[in-house]
């Protein structure tokens, strides 16, 4: 059985008209432990933001650390003011703390309950009900599966088109129904997430009437990702340098023309060019028996960072799968969406191609640094290797 991973993802709309955001969402990895909070801030604008902000990182230090249940929300029950009008907290949240297998706990306080996704569609939690410091806290013990996404959200979600499109907002059923028809089983949890964010901003009309927040965790297998980007500089060493990046990988894709040859040439197979153009500015991919993509290099990757720089915007609500047929887009959907640790095998050969064009080894190694920040933002484990 392939070893399971957790990824994570959420997407925010800020009350129309605030520059910051009510609700927030800390992240922590520790060992095998992946802790997710979300907190929603009374209100909108700073004050919202600062409440949430401490409490999101108040229970996710706290919660990392392996501190009890009960310790954790007293401590932020205790610290956190109740607005004297209307005798509520000053923040709501909703907390995941899973490991690798899919077993831990979420506990929940005043935020929309959380939606199980399973075997292909939505479902509820068995939730237990728990009065802490005079607060009803509801806590589930998790069993997830391989597959098995938990979706947690603020009420912006639930708010959403009062006035407008709806008359009371968008019920719970509702919003079970929209997932059950639009998710992809294989679909990511960053990607999930934005789908359902999205919806909630065209129930609003593109003017939020509240903060909304959908944070996503996904229990999935892992797959290892290998990209080899330039030949190795001694060519001596070509054919150990293509055995490494072909040992023990899930999906193998190569990215440039000189590198296409020497990956060709090492494992015995021929390099097919297509003379197809999705895309007019992203270079046609090739074709390579035993390795899963072939694209052109620069360009492509250039193409690949513009992606990924919104793909980790949990503001841009464009879709995070890709329907295009050109190399930057199947390159994003692999890297993306299908992958948990990516592995780039880095050449620092000169290409003699690039001679006298505004592309060197320097710009090679700039995309390859900013890409693998960027899949790491994404909860990716990146290494880079360099030869």
């Not at 907390?95 to 569609?121: C, M, Q, R, S, T």
């Not at 009371?168 to 059950?180: P, T, Y």
């Given at each position: 059985m392939k070893e399971l991973c957790i990824e994570y993802g959420f997407t925010s709309l800020n009350h129309y008209g605030e520059e910051l955001c009510g609700d927030n969402v800390e992240m922590c990895v520790n060992g095998e432990w992946t802790t997710l909070v979300l907190a929603d801030g009374l209100g909108s604008g700073v004050k919202a933001n600062i409440l949430s902000t401490l409490t999101s990182k108040i229970l996710c230090t706290m919660v990392a650390a392996g501190a009890d249940i009960e310790e954790c929300v007293e401590t932020v029950i205790q610290t956190l003011p109740v607005c004297k009008e209307r005798q509520v907290a000053y923040s709501t949240?909703?907390?995941?703390?899973?490991?690798?297998?899919?077993?831990?706990?979420?506990?929940?306080?005043?935020?929309?309950?959380?939606?199980?996704?399973?075997?292909?569609?939505?479902?509820?939690?068995?939730?237990?009900?728990?009065?802490?410091?005079?607060?009803?806290?509801?806590?589930?013990?998790?069993?997830?599966?391989?597959?098995?996404?938990?979706?947690?959200?603020?009420?912006?979600?639930?708010?959403?088109?009062?006035?407008?499109?709806?008359?009371?907002?968008?019920?719970?059923?509702?919003?079970?129904?929209?997932?059950?028809?639009?998710?992809?089983?294989?679909?990511?949890?960053?990607?999930?997430?934005?789908?359902?964010?999205?919806?909630?901003?065209?129930?609003y009309l593109d003017r939020p009437g509240d903060d909304t927040t959908v944070a996503a965790v996904r229990i999935r297998p892992r797959t290892e990702v290998h990209i080899m980007v330039g030949p190795p500089v001694d060519k001596e060493r070509d054919a150990e340098y293509v055995a490494k990046f072909m040992e023990g990988a899930d999906k193998r894709i190569v990215c440039g023309g000189t590198t296409s040859q020497v990956v060709a040439r090492c494992i015995g197979q021929k390099l097919k060019t297509s003379f197809d153009f999705p895309d007019r500015e992203v270079p046609p991919i090739g074709f390579i028996d035993g390795i899963d993509l072939t694209t052109e290099g620069v360009i492509t990757l250039r193409r690949l960072l513009a992606l990924s720089e919104r793909y980790v915007s949990v503001k841009d609500l464009t879709p995070k799968t890709y329907s295009k047929k050109d190399g930057g887009s199947l390159l994003a959907n692999i890297i993306f969406e299908e992958s948990t640790h990516v592995v780039f095998f880095v050449g620092q050969n000169v290409n003699a191609a690039h001679q006298g064009l505004d592309i060197d080894i320097t710009m090679k190694l700039k995309l390859v640094e900013r890409l693998a920040e960027n899949l790491r933002r994404m909860g990716k484990q990146v290494t880079v290797n360099y030869d």
């Open positions: 949240f909703s907390v995941i703390h899973v490991d690798n297998h899919g077993k831990g706990h979420l506990f929940e306080f005043d935020n929309p309950e959380a939606i199980w996704y399973h075997a292909g569609h939505t479902q509820n939690f068995p939730r237990m009900e728990k009065e802490i410091c005079g607060k009803k806290v509801y806590i589930t013990e998790l069993e997830l599966e391989a597959g098995d996404m938990v979706f947690v959200m603020s009420d912006g979600t639930i708010h959403a088109g009062i006035g407008q499109i709806l008359n009371f907002g968008w019920q719970r059923k509702e919003i079970m129904q929209h997932l059950d028809a639009n998710i992809d089983p294989h679909m990511s949890a960053r990607a999930a997430a934005c789908l359902l964010a999205s919806a909630c901003n065209d129930l």
